[in-house]
């Protein structure tokens, strides 16, 4: 594994003081240290049309006619909220720089390790990680119950609210020779209008496969997630699996400080110096100028 990504994930990143809720936090938000597995399924494509808030969220195509959704679980043991569970509902959409062709597009983002997806239901375990992600990015959070469960082949997570089963997603334990820095460029809705943030991810230790044999996914019959997902799903076996047993995260904050945003961010006394955002944006402008003569290139 390369030094660099082994020690130097956060060197050069950063961080600020702001307040939530009442309580001081860190932005960008560091995981430290967690693992995570994800599969990507085959969806219908107009169901999905209609979970998107906004026309500019363009759903990406496997086939023509049929898209895609990611479900993600996510162990994080060590971050600047305290350790807490997740479970990302997500509908993979097209990278906006690229044509935006059935199959091509999902290609290029996986071999550039850059995805796009909407997140259209977040669930997490803990009261912190609920409000900062509403609060501050708009995050479709809500507090449920998110149970891993480690077999000698397999690891399991377990998606409850109350009683009630929304999911259950188990995948193998494949061999994980690849590291990798990975991006989700995720997109929001926040304010009655398109949000984004990116989510790095530094992947110590990365397997993938192709098998959908190495994926099984339960979804229960009563809660509303879980009739959600039974109606936009197309088969419960993926086309793509990660598994990551070790990885590392920063969250960043949300690149559109909107005029709503900024009121709030000040109402709740999070005490943001401007010049900091002024040169946030900026930041953020530079970057994606790059990503877009980057990709033109490609």
């Known amino acids: 594994m390369r030094d660099e990504q082994k020690h130097d994930f956060f060197a050069g990143v950063e961080q600020v003081d702001v307040w939530a809720a009442g309580q001081k936090v860190k932005l960008p938000i560091f995981y430290r240290d967690a693992r995570a597995f994800l599969a990507v399924f085959p969806a219908n494509l107009l169901a999905l049309k209609k979970l998107l808030p906004d026309p500019r969220f363009t759903p990406a195509q496997i086939f023509p006619g049929v898209g895609a959704v990611g479900l993600a679980c996510f162990e994080y043991h060590d971050t600047d909220v305290g350790p807490y569970n997740e479970f990302a509902f997500t509908v993979v959409l097209n990278n906006p720089h690229i044509m935006p062709l059935p199959g091509y597009n999902l290609l290029r983002q996986l071999i550039q390790f850059n995805f796009y997806p909407?997140?259209?239901?977040?669930?997490?375990?803990?009261?912190?990680?609920?409000?900062?992600?509403?609060?501050?990015?708009?995050?479709?959070?809500?507090?449920?119950?998110?149970?891993?469960?480690?077999?000698?082949?397999?690891?399991?997570?377990?998606?409850?609210?109350?009683?009630?089963?929304?999911?259950?997603?188990?995948?193998?334990?494949?061999?994980?020779?690849?590291?990798?820095?990975?991006?989700?460029?995720?997109?929001?809705?926040?304010?009655?209008?398109?949000?984004?943030?990116?989510f790095k991810m530094n992947a110590r230790r990365l397997g993938m496969s192709l098998n959908p044999k190495d994926v099984e996914l339960e979804i229960g019959g009563v809660h509303p997630v879980a009739r959600e997902l039974e109606k936009i799903l197309l088969v419960k076996r993926p086309v793509t699996y990660f598994f990551l047993p070790s990885v590392q995260f920063i969250l960043y904050g949300p690149e559109n400080l909107s005029f709503p945003l900024v009121n709030y961010l000040f109402q709740q006394g999070m005490r943001i110096p401007l010049d900091h955002l002024r040169e946030k944006q900026e930041k953020k402008a530079k970057e994606k100028e790059k990503e877009k003569k980057a990709a033109k290139k490609k």
């Open 118 to 198: 909407y997140i259209f239901h977040l669930p997490v375990t803990t009261e912190a990680a609920l409000r900062w992600g509403i609060d501050f990015s708009g995050f479709p959070k809500f507090l449920a119950s998110i149970d891993f469960t480690d077999s000698d082949d397999r690891l399991s997570c377990e998606l409850k609210e109350g009683d009630e089963l929304i999911c259950r997603l188990r995948g193998r334990k494949i061999p994980t020779p690849m590291n990798k820095v990975m991006k989700f460029l995720i997109r929001l809705y926040q304010f009655r209008q398109p949000q984004f943030t990116e």
